[in-house]
């Protein structure tokens, strides 16, 4: 699908450990330059426990908003972090996407952050069990369903000062492990405009993981994935949202 508006709208879709109070300055940012901006709370993170919230709850979750930006008109780009790759996938259905008339809104590109970029019947796990588990992330186990990040200031944060990366990592959540692992069954990156953001740092998601994500989904498109780099661990809106800024800025510019 080709279109020639540019989004005037971004939703995020955030990670599995997060809350969308983590992206607060980011979202400042992106609001200052000029977009509205959504960031709607993934049931699945910080849910009760044991966890009641699935996949399903966190893509319901993404869509009712995205239909609400659609209702007041804009042009959508979807910035998915993370987990928040899975959810973006399955969520943005053609339903979703921007019609050629003037007056139909609608997702017009994606972004995959450090992101889960999944194939179609596919999911987290089997990308684990291709490529191992390329992570530094220490999950501590609940045993209700629900599992956690024990070293986040070093596999999340590593880029921060230490003081700081501390503070950050009681703000992470707990994580449905279930939801997690669910599977994909949607490709919107086939049919829009899609743009993987590698953080280099990344000791969340290795760079080298990253890679083979990507290098998977270009061999099933049509034309490659396009491809950008930030210098940062896994969350460049916390520790260069500048330059993450500047990025989201070209890839805009750059959509025709």
């Known amino acids: 699908m080709s279109t020639s508006r540019k989004p005037t709208a971004i939703l995020i879709v955030h990670g599995g450990y997060f809350l969308p109070t983590s992206w607060a300055n980011f979202i400042e940012d992106l609001s200052q330059a000029g977009f509205t901006v959504r960031c709607p709370r993934l049931p699945t993170c910080g849910d009760e426990r044991p966890p009641k919230a699935q996949l399903e709850d966190d893509v319901a979750a993404v869509r009712k908003e995205a239909f609400e930006l659609v209702e007041m008109g804009h042009t959508i780009l979807v910035l998915a972090h993370s987990y928040g790759g899975v ?16 007056d139909r809104g609608g997702v017009v590109s994606l972004v995959y952050l450090s992101a889960w970029l999944i194939q179609p019947h596919d999911s987290v796990v089997s990308v684990i069990e291709k490529y191992g588990l390329q992570s530094d992330v220490d999950l501590g186990n609940n045993n209700d369903g629900t599992v956690f990040a024990k070293n986040a200031p070093v596999s999340f944060y590593n880029d921060i000062e230490p003081a700081q990366a501390e503070a950050l990592a009681k703000m992470n959540v707990t994580h449905n492990w279930m939801a997690a692992s669910g599977t994909v069954m949607l490709a919107p990156w086939k049919d829009l405009p899609t743009v993987y953001i590698h953080c280099l740092q990344d000791r969340a998601i290795k ?17 490659s994935l396009e491809t950008k780099t930030v210098d940062s661990g896994h969350c460049p809106f916390l520790s260069k949202p500048q330059q993450l800024l500047r990025t989201i800025e070209e890839i805009i510019a750059s959509i025709e």
Request: no cysteine; glycine share 4%; aromatic share 4%.
């Open 87 to 102: 959810v973006a996938t399955q969520a943005i259905a053609s339903d979703l996407y921007a019609g050629t008339s003037s």
């Open 207 to 223: 760079l080298p993981l990253q890679q083979h994500m990507v290098e998977d989904i270009t061999a099933l498109r049509s034309s």
